[in-house]
C-alpha cells in the first residue's frame, strides 16, 4: 500500500509538470516545482529519498520543498501561487473550495484509519 502512495504522489507532481505549470528559472534554462509538504504522508518519503530531485534533473526541472505545518495555510500558498503541488487531508480542501479557490485535483487516497490512533496516558 506504502508503494501505491508514493506512486500517487510520483503521479500527481508529474501531472503537474506534464501541464507546464512549473517556473522558469532565468540562469539556465531549468524550471523549478515548488510543492508543499507537511510532516507525513507520502511526499515525506519522496522529499527524503530525493526520488523526484533524481527522476526529474535529466528534465532540467528543479524541485523546492516547503514544509507546512497544516492544510489551510498550504492550501492558501497553493492558491496564491507560492506553491505549484500540494498533498493534505480530506477537510482543508473542502473550505479552501468553498472560500473561491480553484483547486485541482491530481490524485485521491483512500482513508485510513488502520493509520491513526487516540493515545490515552
Do not use: H
Given at each position: 500500500?506504502f ?6 504522489g ?10 507546464s ?8 534554462n531549468?524550471?523549478?516545482v515548488?510543492?508543499g509538504y ?11 529519498n ?6 526529474l534533473?535529466s528534465k532540467n526541472?528543479q524541485v ?5 505545518t497544516?492544510?489551510?495555510?498550504m492550501l492558501?500558498?497553493?492558491?496564491t ?9 480530506e477537510?482543508?480542501?473542502?473550505f479552501?473550495?468553498?472560500?473561491g479557490?480553484q483547486i ?12 491513526e490512533?487516540i493515545l490515552?496516558?
Amino acid at each position: 500500500m506504502f508503494r501505491r502512495l508514493v506512486f500517487i504522489g510520483l503521479l500527481g507532481v508529474l501531472s503537474i509538470i506534464g501541464l507546464s505549470s512549473c517556473n522558469k528559472n532565468d540562469d539556465n534554462n531549468t524550471k523549478t516545482v515548488r510543492i508543499g509538504y507537511q510532516k507525513f504522508g507520502p511526499l515525506v518519503y519522496l522529499k527524503e529519498n530525493q526520488i523526484l530531485e533524481k527522476e526529474l534533473a535529466s528534465k532540467n526541472i528543479q524541485v523546492k520543498w516547503k514544509e507546512f505545518t497544516s492544510g489551510p495555510p498550504m492550501l492558501e500558498a497553493l492558491n496564491t501561487g507560492s506553491i505549484d503541488f500540494a498533498n493534505t487531508g480530506e477537510t482543508p480542501p473542502v473550505f479552501a473550495q468553498s472560500g473561491g479557490s480553484q483547486i485541482v485535483y491530481v490524485a485521491y487516497e483512500p482513508a485510513s484509519p488502520q493509520a491513526e490512533a487516540i493515545l490515552i496516558p
